[in-house]
Every structure is written in C-alpha cells, then in structure tokens.
C-alpha cells in the first residue's frame, strides 16, 4: 500500500476536523496540526479552503457511494429491503459516531452554501445522485407492486432526502437515533404503506412533550 500523501493526510484528518468544528470553525491551523504536515502543506495543494471543502465533500461521499451501490442500487435484494438497509446504514454511521458529528452533506448545507457557490453546487450534484439511486429503487418497487402503483417516485425521493436529512439533525441535536427510526416508521406505514406499527414512536414522543 502507497504511503499517504500530504494531501492525502490533509484531507482525510481534515475531514474529521470539519466534522468535529465544522466548515467555519475548522481553520486552516487546525487542519494542519491535525494532519501533521508542514505549515505551507496546505496551500501547496488547495488554492482555498472553499476548493478544499468540496474535496472533503468528495471524499465523503465516496463512502456514501459504496452505501447507494450496497443498499438502493444492490439488485439482489428487494427494493423495500434496499430501502430499510440505505435507512440502517445512516443509523450505524450516527452511532458510530455517538449521534455527534451528524451527515457532513447536510451539515454544509446549513453551513456553507451561503458563502460558497462552488460548494453548493457539487453538493446539489450529491444529492441530485441519491434522489437518483432513491428513484431507481422505488421504479423497481412499484414494478412489483410492493408500492401503490399512482406513486411518484421522484416526488418521494426528493422527500426521503429531505426527510432523512432532518431527521439526522434532530438525532444530532438530541443524541438519540429516534429521530431516524421514527422517521423511518412513518415512511414505510403512511408514505409507502407498508404495515409498520408506530406505538413505541408514539410513545416516545408523548414522553417527551
């Protein structure tokens, strides 16, 4: 195996700083010392921290990609099986990281894209990828008639995607996975409708109001 890089190091160990500070409180120090590179590392390798930032969006979403290819794209599964572990996969990535750092694509969504047209944009071309991974599930769904066949799947995609992204916020914001378990409950009983009990969600939520 090569050895890595100082641009590799950069970017691997300055991701995890973006996600323990995020964008803005991550400078360029930080990264650095992280990393354990010479000081002018950095800007022999990125012409900005914004061109940096959509590197680690990169990088990021190349483990999201094996997850698509794995769970939603995996044709030797079901497609509401598909479903459940693209759902499951999000999970065991929050717990992993005891529900603290969330998902970076949505993090930088709320972050970044104000400040940076280039980073909104590949993260428009991200999420654009897994509506489209979301879509070819559900086509396959409402071929077999898993799913009502009046649904639009570009409309539910665009919903889970949506959907998820808040729901791992409020489980970041709560350090609990209820909030994407619950929202995989009500996707699958009311969205998709599938017979999904809500009772312990129910339960949950009245406890906590």
Do not use: W
């Not at 489209?132 to 995607?161: T, W």
């Not at 998820?164 to 378990?181: D, T």
């Amino acid at each position: 195996m090569a050895k890595p890089t100082n641009r590799d190091k950069i970017l691997s160990e300055g991701l995890k700083v973006v996600q323990q500070y995020g964008f803005g409180g991550a400078s360029v120090r930080d990264i650095i010392r992280a990393a354990n590179v010479p000081q002018g590392s950095f800007s022999n390798h990125f012409e900005s921290k914004e061109a940096f930032g959509v590197e680690i969006l990169d990088l990021y979403f190349a483990g999201t990609r094996a997850v698509l290819d794995d769970t939603l794209c995996n044709d030797n599964l079901p497609p509401l099986a598909r479903l459940h572990a693209y759902l499951d996969a999000n999970k065991n990535r929050l717990d992993r990281d005891g529900m603290e750092n969330g998902c970076l694509l949505g993090n930088l969504g709320g972050e970044a894209v104000d400040h940076s047209e280039s980073i909104r944009l590949r993260l428009a071309d991200i999420f654009a990828e897994v509506r489209q991974a979301l879509v070819y599930c559900l086509n396959e769904a409402i071929r077999l008639g898993d799913v009502p066949g009046s649904m639009n799947s570009e409309d539910v995609a665009e919903f889970i995607v949506g959907g998820l992204q808040g729901a791992i916020l409020m489980g970041k914001v709560q350090r609990s996975p209820v909030p994407v378990e619950r929202f995989e409950q009500i996707l699958f009983s009311m969205i998709l409708g599938q017979p999904t009990s809500l009772t312990s969600f129910d339960a949950t939520h009245t406890a906590a109001a």
